[in-house]
């Protein structure tokens, strides 16, 4: 099967979903991208193994997600070297064993150990998820964070302990449950566990995230510290996840669900990955500097490319502000999530006719640089059921040197949905003095750069304008391949840090695509291999 499939809005029998090739990487809301693995609801979480005791375990990848009815976690592995995936087991409750109310189900996180933990050493795979108990009508009443481990690379479980304790029905005003748990470990190997609260609601706190620790490898858990709570009543912070930086600081990102921008996803900063400051202050928005912003189910990954603060990565369910509505780009940042972000095309394209779609995804950094996303999609066929969803993954290359120009601060400007643009939008600028586009951008080492400007006119003869920090740049090698969009190149010497390149229309309106920025190279050819 290709990696990069559409789907077929087409079922047969039980389910089967046939998939049918395609060389367009541009979709139209009707249509989904990606490889189909599984029948899943969503909340995707997967890793690479690299600290196994037996080295031709390394490499081996491991996913989880939820699935429909009481089966368990659904444990998926693909073996190194190979491009297909296979079910392993349902990782069940053995908390609970005989007791057919209550089952492992939701919210699953998986990781492996970097170091030892307790008694547990390195290597150590951890999943952590969410069992719940239904009453005789079906309906949750109660949740337990359990975690459980393996010593052999996921092939068998063990349960190791609870995290804490829920209570009620999700849907009752003054249910106490407990979701979403997220697993770091401390440079000194103590377990951090991460969740959402709403056990709290009597203070003022709709929900709130909060962690414990434990310096037992998960047995035992000390006692709750709170990490972001908005007081109130109605905001309901959720769905942290936290990556340690190459700094030694730690990144957490939330969503903000009724908050002022309903599902807006901030980052909060730790040193030490148990201190977030004030829990009362949402932290850094990840934002656009047009506006547009991640809402909803997010994770952040940190990634060691392009240079030594590499990259953070935030995916979420859906954007608002400009952003992709259907929540199919990610949003990247390459300065330690200082300044604006920026968006390009996620590699998985998927359909969102419910809100488990996309419900937290997973990303991963491949050997070959490559990155791959795990991500769920709804159904053509039941786009609103969220148990018809289904697994989809894809990889694309890790590249993150184009500025999207939608993303850049707009003057006389407007952004235009166009399907032959790069991540399916372009930015209209009028004429000079009038129209201009602000890109700040940091770049991480001082060189010759090339500068690619992807755009085209409007039926009248134009020359867009570039300067790079107040110092215009002459453009070259403009070229049509036939697709009504030119590029034209710049070339300037550019030091590390943060800049402002600045760029207007001319003597008429233009529509622009992109600014791609590359190093220099003696053999680089003038054209963009890349464009469109």
Known sequence: ?????????LFLGAGALVLSPSASTQTTPETAVGTYLAKGIGYCSAVRLADQHVPSANGRELLVFERAGMAGIPLYARDPGRRTWHFVENVTDQAHAGKPDWQLRWQPNIT?????SGPLPAGTVLLAAN????NDKGQVVAEDLELYASRDGGHTW?????????????EDKDNHGVWEPNIRILPDGSMVAYYSSEQHKAEGYNQLLAHKVSRDGGRTWGPEHVDVAIPGGVERPGMAVVMRLPNGQYAMSYEDIDGPQNGHVYLKFSRDGLNWGDPAKRGRPVQTQSGAWPAATPIVEWLPVGGPDGVLVVLAGRADDGGDPGGRTMY????????????????????????????????????????????????????TDPGANVILYSGAPARFD??????????????IDDPTASDGRKTRVASAPLGQLDFHVHLGAGRMR??????????FPTRPVLRVDGHEVHGENERDKGDGWQITTFRARIGAGDHDIMLSAGQHAVD?????????????????????
């Open 158 to 170: 063990h349960y190791r302990g609870s995290i804490v304790q829920g209570g009620g029905r999700p």
């Open 131 to 134: 069992a719940t108990r239904n």
């Open 450 to 459: 090339v500068l690619r400007m992807r755009w085209q006119d409007l039926g």
């Open 402 to 415: 184009r500025y999207e120009a939608e993303d850049a601060a707009r003057h006389w400007a407007v952004q």
């Open 512 to 532: 622009v695509d992109y600014l791609q920025i590359d190093p220099a190279s003696p053999r680089q050819a003038p054209a963009d291999s890349r464009s469109g």
């Open 332 to 383: 990247w940042n390459n300065d330690l999530g200082r300044g604006p972000w920026w968006e390009a095309p996620a590699p998985v394209q998927k359909l969102s006719g419910n809100i488990h779609a996309g419900w937290t995804q997973a990303l991963l950094l491949q050997p070959d640089g490559s990155l791959l996303q795990v991500t769920s999609s709804s159904s053509p066929e039941a786009p």
């Open 1 to 9: 099967m290709n990696a990069r499939v559409v789907l077929a809005a």
């Open 112 to 116: 492996e150990l970097t170091r030892s």
